[in-house]
């Protein structure tokens, strides 16, 4: 096992609130959710970010959880770690380089441990269809309470409906003003031909700096025990797309 040392976002109180009730949701989606992944319609709606902080947050509730960086073409998660050396990923698993041992990183955070995405392999979708897939997550569930996979966008390229097949289920992750409602619905029946349960949608990147209903009522409530909200970036709600 690699060991490494992962920067973590310093969060405010209601983005941390946001990810114990995207946590909640998930746990209350069924007993049987273990593996999960987080899609996206476009890039950079903050896919990442969300995937890897829910996985801290079932961490934090006391779940053995394994974060697993499936992006392998795009990864993100390689600029996360700020100490120790990543020398073996998940393309090396793909490929039949590595053992599961081998490619996991524990992170310096109680109960959480990583699976980088590796070097970019040149054919992603075929290596994720093959059978050494399915078996790294039959062999994850035998040592994780949860599983979280970080997948490519939808929009871009077909790897999400693949991952999908060996998930309990899935979520969208839609940036505010970043994607329209026609084209997320697009993602998501897409996601639903490929026979994927669709657990939800994590608006992200709301904005909460005071107007509306919910900026007033926070920043009163709130504001008066927990100081000034700072952040600029995380603002999310779990919201069912399905029927709308």
């Known amino acids: 096992m690699q060991d490494v040392t992962i920067k973590q976002d310093a969060l405010d109180f209601r983005a941390k ?3 114990k009730t995207l946590r ?9 959710i273990k593996t999960v992944f987080f899609t996206s319609t476009i890039p950079n709606e903050g896919k990442s970010t969300v995937t890897f902080e829910t996985a801290v947050a079932f961490a934090e509730s006391g779940k053995k959880t394994l974060f697993v960086d ?6 993100v998660l ?10 073996f990923g998940f393309s090396h698993y793909l490929i039949g380089k590595n053992d599961f041992d081998d490619v996991l990183c524990s992170t310096g955070i109680d109960n959480l441990y990583l699976v980088f995405a590796g070097p970019v392999p040149p054919n992603p979708s075929e290596l994720l269809t093959g059978e050494r897939f399915a078996e790294f997550i039959e062999e994850a569930k035998k040592e994780f309470d949860f ?8 929009g871009s390229v077909i790897d999400a409906a693949i991952i999908s097949r060996q998930c309990d289920g899935g979520i969208m992750v839609v940036g505010s003003g970043e994607t329209s409602y026609r084209y997320a619905r697009k993602t998501k029946e897409q996601l639903e031909k490929a026979g ?17 209903y919910y900026g007033k009522y926070y920043g009163r409530y709130y504001g008066k025990y927990y100081g000034k909200y700072y952040g600029k970036y995380y603002g999310n709600d779990y919201e069912d797309l399905n029927g709308q």
């Open 196 to 212: 994927c349960k669709i657990l939800g949608c994590v608006l992200n990147k709301v904005s909460v700096g005071g107007k509306g």
């Open 17 to 19: 609130e946001a990810f």
């Open 70 to 75: 499936a992006d392998l073409r795009k990864s």
């Open 78 to 87: 390689k600029n996360r770690h700020k100490a120790g050396r990543v020398v």
């Open 147 to 154: 599983i979280v996979i970080d997948a490519p966008p939808v």
């Open 24 to 32: 909640t949701n998930i746990e209350f989606s069924g007993n049987k």
